[in-house]
């Protein structure tokens, strides 16, 4: 009965010899599994994250660029970046003219948890995003009014946005735009024009750069634009098409769309919609009771909403987009 015991113990010791050695050939794949499941997995959210960060970067570097100043984008760059992604590298944005565009991009070394075992301690991850811009040349404007290139060029002097003392518009027979001309060399009445909503729910209307769209005749503001919305407008810039051509009167009259630029409401009083506070002075020859108030601005777009083009005219306003 002994010797049964004492051969029993043997086997055993040789097999959990037997089984370790077993364990310890196969280790080495079983902690490459791991690594391809976790580190690989590592990899892919890492390179998520960093191009978020990418994204961010190049966009904030085009808005800057659209304004008319690029300013030093590799500081704007990196500041983006690391607000997304603290342990990235932003690299040199780079410039592009075909489109017009600028390209940033962030690299970091992610280090992995088992693949060093295998041989790898780290691998580089990089994203890179390209983001254009150009002026509008079609999309909604969220308030369905046009200004002639008359009322523009005398606010500006004929240049680019710069001031933010409102300019009040009468909706009357004429203001104080009448009498100048549009690239057409058209004379252009009065300096404002209500357009017709896409619906009867929506207030906006949606138009595009040579288009033709047809005048809601009236002073009064179009019937889905109500007072609660023109409230949430207020002090918020705003697309608007800028026309240079004009023909026929009433319902049927028409404007020709030479281009868009950005517009912040400071007030407005209508007698059907109610009034801002503060209220602006409506005092235009003629005048009706009824005005809005703003400045044209310098604006980028960032919504899907609009078109953009580099070939557009230049008003001040710019669209981006996010190419890749």
Same mark, same amino acid.
Request: charged share 15%; with cysteine.
């Given at each position: 009965?002994?010797?049964?015991?004492?051969?029993?113990?043997?086997?055993?010791?040789?097999?959990? %010899?037997? !089984? @370790?050695?077993?364990?310890?050939?196969?280790?080495? $794949? +079983?902690? =490459?599994? &791991?690594?391809?499941?976790?580190?690989?997995?590592?990899?892919?959210?890492?390179?998520?994250?960093?191009?978020?960060?990418?994204?961010?970067?190049?966009?904030?570097?085009?808005?800057?660029?659209?304004?008319?100043?690029?300013?030093?984008?590799?500081?704007?760059?990196?500041?983006?970046?690391?607000?997304?992604?603290?342990?990235?590298?932003?690299?040199?944005?780079?410039?592009?003219?075909?489109?017009?565009?600028?390209?940033?991009?962030?690299?970091?070394?992610?280090?992995?948890?088992?693949?060093?075992?295998?041989?790898?301690?780290?691998? %580089?991850? !990089? @994203?890179?995003?390209?983001?254009?811009?150009?002026? $509008? +040349?079609? =999309?909604? &404007?969220?308030?369905?009014?046009?200004?002639?290139?008359?009322?523009?060029?005398?606010?500006?002097?004929?240049?680019?946005?710069?001031?933010?003392?409102?300019?009040?518009?009468?909706?009357?027979?004429?203001?104080?735009?009448v009498g100048c001309t549009g690239p057409s060399n058209l004379q252009v009445p009065g300096g404002f024009g209500w357009l017709v909503?896409?619906?009867?729910?929506?207030?906006?209307?949606?138009?595009?750069?040579?288009?033709?769209?047809?005048?809601?005749?009236?002073?009064?503001?179009?019937?889905?634009?109500?007072?609660?919305?023109?409230?949430?407008?207020?002090?918020?810039?705003?697309?608007?098409?800028?026309?240079?051509?004009?023909? &026929?009167?009433?319902?049927?009259?028409?404007?020709?769309?030479?281009?868009?630029?950005?517009?912040?409401?400071?007030?407005?009083?209508?007698?059907?919609?109610?009034?801002?506070?503060?209220?602006?002075?409506?005092?235009?020859?003629?005048?009706?009771?009824?005005?809005?108030?703003?400045?044209?601005?310098?604006?980028?777009?960032?919504?899907?909403?609009?078109?953009?083009?580099?070939?557009?005219?230049?008003?001040?306003?710019?669209?981006?987009?996010?190419?890749?």
């Open positions: 009965m002994q010797r049964l015991t004492s051969r029993f113990r043997r086997r055993l010791v040789r097999e959990d %010899g037997a !089984s @370790a050695a077993l364990v310890a050939v196969l280790l080495v $794949p +079983v902690l =490459g599994f &791991a690594a391809i499941a976790v580190d690989v997995g590592a990899l892919y959210a890492e390179r998520a994250r960093l191009q978020v960060a990418a994204d961010a970067a190049a966009i904030a570097v085009a808005q800057d660029c659209a304004r008319g100043n690029c300013g030093n984008m590799l500081a704007t760059a990196t500041s983006l970046l690391l607000a997304n992604d603290p342990e990235g590298k932003a690299g040199q944005p780079v410039l592009g003219s075909d489109p017009i565009s600028v390209t940033v991009t962030g690299s970091t070394p992610k280090e992995h948890w088992f693949a060093p075992v295998i041989g790898h301690e780290s691998t %580089g991850v !990089s @994203a890179s995003a390209t983001v254009g811009w150009g002026a $509008p +040349v079609g =999309g909604t &404007a969220v308030l369905p009014l046009a200004f002639s290139w008359c009322a523009f060029k005398q606010q500006t002097g004929g240049g680019l946005p710069s001031g933010t003392t409102p300019r009040v518009v009468d909706f009357t027979k004429s203001d104080s735009t909503p896409d619906n009867s729910t929506t207030c906006g209307a949606t138009t595009a750069m040579d288009g033709i769209v047809t005048s809601e005749p009236g002073n009064n503001p179009p019937t889905p634009c109500t007072q609660a919305y023109f409230a949430s407008l207020l002090k918020k810039p705003v697309l608007l098409p800028i026309f240079d051509e004009y023909g &026929a009167s009433g319902s049927n009259a028409w404007y020709r769309i030479y281009g868009y630029a950005a517009f912040t409401i400071t007030g407005y009083d209508f007698k059907s919609k109610g009034k801002s506070t503060p209220t602006p002075n409506c005092g235009g020859s003629g005048n009706s009771g009824q005005c809005i108030a703003g400045y044209f601005t310098r604006f980028v777009e960032l919504s899907d909403a609009w078109d953009y083009s580099p070939d557009a005219p230049t008003l001040g306003s710019s669209v981006l987009r996010l190419i890749r």
